[in-house]
T-cell receptor, first 115, second 113 residues
Framework: AQKVTQAQTEISVVEKEDVTLDCVYE???????LFWYKQPPSGELVFLIR??????QNEISGRYSWNFQKSTSSFNFTITASQVVDSAVYFC????????????FGGGTRLMVKP | DGGITQSPKYLFRKEGQNVTLSCEQN?????MYWYRQDPGQGLRLIYY???????QKGDIAEGYSVSREKKESFPLTVTSAQKNPTAFYLC????????????FGPGTRLTVT
């Protein structure tokens, strides 16, 4: 079985602060894929990143960075110098190689960035 | 512009009525999915289809039905058997294969009273 845990249900920061969203996963598959999605108030999920289990390099995209650590089964997401437009619900998701097309989502973290 | 469309954005129905939610994609994706999202919760998979005329149940298929007669379309029917149908419904599509990300439509918020 697959499981994704986002322990932080809600985070509130002031603009320009850095913030890290935690994601811990469980899977028995040796090959798996991790994803982050952003859900703004409009409701549509926006794909942010995909990471496979055999590539532990951290990734940076502008103000966004992701830290993947297999040893702790974590795939954390950091926003540097947060902005009000970053306010949204962020979902971490997992798909194992033997899970077919089943994508397992965490419960989401609501990020509120205040001006 | 390529993407996924869902209509309508808001849908209201009386209890006991079946209702069909539409999902169309022009991304040429083989795989399509339906998810349900309840307030403050993550997404749960209802049904998915990897190819035309074939679909599989997800985690919460009871009270729902789907069809996949065309590659571009994957409508979801919420039947009167669904005990708690009020929710936000999201459709997604992807290239077939576990490594590929899913792309989502704007969602339909269904309210049943």
């Amino acid at each position: 079985a697959q499981k994704v845990t986002q322990a932080q249900t809600e985070i509130s920061v002031v603009e320009k602060e850095d913030v890290t969203l935690d994601c811990v996963y469980e899977t028995r598959d040796t090959t798996y894929y991790l994803f982050w999605y952003k859900q703004p108030p409009s409701g549509e999920l926006v794909f942010l990143i995909r990471r496979n289990s055999f590539d532990e390099q951290n990734e940076i995209s502008g103000r966004y960075s992701w830290n993947f650590q297999k040893s702790t089964s974590s795939f954390n997401f950091t926003i540097t110098a947060s902005q009000v437009v970053d306010s949204a619900v962020y979902f971490c998701a997992l798909r194992g190689d033997n899970a077919g097309n089943m994508l397992t989502f965490g419960g989401g973290t609501r990020l509120m960035v205040k001006p | 512009d390529g993407g996924i469309t869902q209509s309508p954005k808001y849908l209201f129905r009386k209890e006991g009525q079946n209702v069909t939610l539409s999902c169309e994609q022009n991304l040429n994706h083989d795989a399509m999915y339906w998810y349900r999202q309840d307030p403050g919760q993550g997404l749960r998979l209802i049904y998915y289809s990897q190819i035309v005329n074939d679909f599989q149940k997800g985690d919460i298929a009871e009270g729902y039905s789907v069809s996949r007669e065309k590659k571009e379309s994957f409508p979801l029917t919420v039947t009167s058997a669904q005990k708690n149908p009020t929710a936000f419904y999201l459709c997604a599509s992807s290239i077939t294969g576990v490594s590929y990300e899913q792309y989502f439509g704007p969602g339909t918020r269904l309210t049943v009273t």
